[in-house]
């Protein structure tokens, strides 16, 4: 993909993303893709494993919204800067402590890393600031 390609391309992903349009998100991923969330240490591979960890962040944040803060696009590769948004009223799961819903708003800030083969995603590997995101639901004082 050329430059507005990838743009067109990235810019479509983020809005299923936006849009909690799970099928639409899992389909621009490739049929071997792998969606590493490094500050949970969560792994999924594969579309099934994908959609069904989407649809698990949907739930504890059925309101979840990403601001795009900065993105880098070059030679069929997406890292982006993003702002979190969103409610948690769902059962949430964090390095095997599971955190009750609070209904409390979060906002917190992350970062993809997005190699594209054959016009999907190969990969996306996350880092988001879980401190933060765990403050604000009153269960850390670091």
Known sequence: M????????????????NDHDVDGIVELHTENSVFENHTT???NVGKDAIGNAIRGIFTVFPDLTFETRRQ??????????????????GKMMRAGLEVEPTGKQVEYRGMDVI????????????YS??????????LTEI
């Not at 050329?2 to 993303?17: M, P, S, T, V």
């Not at 190699?115 to 996350?126: C, L, N, T, W, Y």
């Open 129 to 138: 600031d879980g401190v933060t995101l765990l403050r604000q639901l009153g």
């Open 2 to 17: 050329d430059g507005a390609q990838l743009q067109e391309f990235i810019d479509r992903y983020n809005a299923a993303w």
């Open 115 to 126: 190699p594209i083969e054959g016009g999907k995603v190969a990969r996306k590997d996350v």
């Open 41 to 43: 240490g969560d792994v």
């Open 72 to 89: 880098y696009i070059r030679d069929d590769l997406v890292v982006q800067e993003w702002t979190a948004r969103g409610t948690h009223l």
